[in-house]
T-cell receptor, first 113, second 113 residues
Framework: DGGITQSPKYLFRKEGQNVTLSCEQN?????MYWYRQDPGQGLRLIYY???????QKGDIAEGYSVSREKKESFPLTVTSAQKNPTAFYLC????????????FGSGTRLTVV | AQKVTQAQTEISVVEKEDVTLDCVYE???????LFWYKQPPSGELVFLIR??????QNEISGRYSWNFQKSTSSFNFTITASQVVDSAVYFC??????????FGAGTTVTVRA
């Protein structure tokens, strides 16, 4: 079945360490997105990519980095520069075009201690 | 600028009550798409419906129904005879020219047995 796989589901890291969240899709979608969600909050866009080897900052990119070396993969690195990294991270993908919605992964809950 | 407003932060109902979630949007585009997503406690956002700006017919899917009114820029969502499994966060979203979605802040629905 086609879909988006995020791993791991839960992640614990010590403060000051970089951590990479995985996002893989087999839907042949061109665009991929990373969102952050804090408790009781909506979705905030971190980074997005509409083509391989290209990506754009979203609304809250500081302290994060991404790469898009393959169409299927869009990993997110939470760096030590991110002041408050504990959150729920959602990856999504879509075909390019205004009439398409997003398909979401099941999310990664990151806790920094 | 495209913007989505979900004024209701939280709604709590008793099972079998109907619940209506409001969604008001702003856009200058003549062609656009609106979406509703459900986020159950597990975290993954699940697509519920897509509606294009030229189709103002109301839609019903089981206990779910949607009322699209272009004149008031609203795309409201009603759950009839709510059940405990309907407890979730519901997001309304609007397509943008850059192919991204603008999400509302979400409405948390709690259905009590």
């Amino acid at each position: 079945d086609g879909g988006i796989t995020q791993s791991p589901k839960y992640l614990f890291r010590k403060e000051g360490q970089n951590v990479t969240l995985s996002c893989e899709q087999n839907l042949n979608h061109d665009a991929m997105y990373w969102y952050r969600q804090d408790p009781g909050q909506g979705l905030r866009l971190i980074y997005y990519s509409q083509i391989v080897n290209d990506f754009q900052k979203g609304d809250i990119a500081e302290g994060y980095s991404v790469s898009r070396e393959k169409k299927e993969s869009f990993p997110l690195t939470v760096t030590s520069a991110q002041k408050n990294p504990t959150a729920f991270y959602l990856c999504a993908s879509s075909p390019l075009g205004r009439d398409y919605g997003y398909t979401f992964g099941s999310g990664t809950r990151l806790t920094v201690v | 600028a495209q913007k989505v407003t979900q004024a209701q932060t939280e709604i709590s109902v008793v099972e079998k009550e109907d619940v209506t979630l409001d969604c008001v949007y702003e856009t200058r585009d003549t062609t656009y798409y609106l979406f509703w997503y459900k986020q159950p406690p597990s975290g993954e956002l699940v697509f519920l419906i897509r509606r294009n700006s030229f189709d103002e017919q109301n839609e019903i899917s089981g206990r779910y129904s949607w009322n699209f009114q272009k004149s008031t820029s609203s795309f409201n969502f009603t759950i009839t005879a709510s059940q405990v499994v309907d407890s979730a966060v519901y997001f309304c979203a609007l397509s943008r020219n850059d192919y991204k979605l603008s999400f509302g802040a979400g409405t948390t629905v709690t259905v009590r047995a």
